[in-house]
């Protein structure tokens, strides 16, 4: 059974870092399209950074230079790197897979960790 679980998140004040984790089974990575998502309160789930194949990566303009997703293929473990936090950066963050090689759509995913929580203060 494929489980995805994030963990990280944390509360930090403006400027700072965190890394979040999503440790994965079930998933070959080079043959998944990996996701990070996030719920900032009053609006809708948005990306903020997709790993496809194992080596693509994509993020939004607005993220670019911020936010980093990487993976440790040896852990089956997802990463997201977020530098330069602001206070509108606070919200849930998920972790999502899609078990294909072709991201499609990045709503589309099959599987999805629970959310951790990122605070951030001004």
């Known amino acids: 059974a494929v489980q995805l679980a994030a963990s990280g998140g944390g509360s930090v004040q403006a400027g700072g870092s965190l890394k979040l984790s999503c440790t994965t089974s079930?998933?070959?990575?080079?043959?998944?399209?990996m996701k990070w998502f996030r719920q900032i309160p009053g609006k809708e789930r948005e990306w903020v950074a997709v790993?496809?194949?194992?080596?693509?990566?994509d993020y939004p303009d607005s993220l670019k230079g911020r936010f980093t997703i990487s993976a440790d293929h040896n852990k089956n473990t997802l990463y997201l790197e977020m530098n330069g936090l602001k206070p509108e950066d606070t919200g849930m963050y998920y972790c999502?897979?899609?078990?294909?090689?072709?991201?499609?759509?990045?709503?589309?995913?099959?599987?999805w960790g629970q959310g951790t929580q990122v605070t951030v203060s001004s």
């Open positions: 999502a897979a899609r078990d294909s090689i072709l991201c499609g759509n990045y709503r589309t995913n099959d599987y």
């Open positions: 079930g998933l070959t990575f080079t043959r998944a399209c």
């Open positions: 790993l496809a194949r194992g080596v693509e990566t």
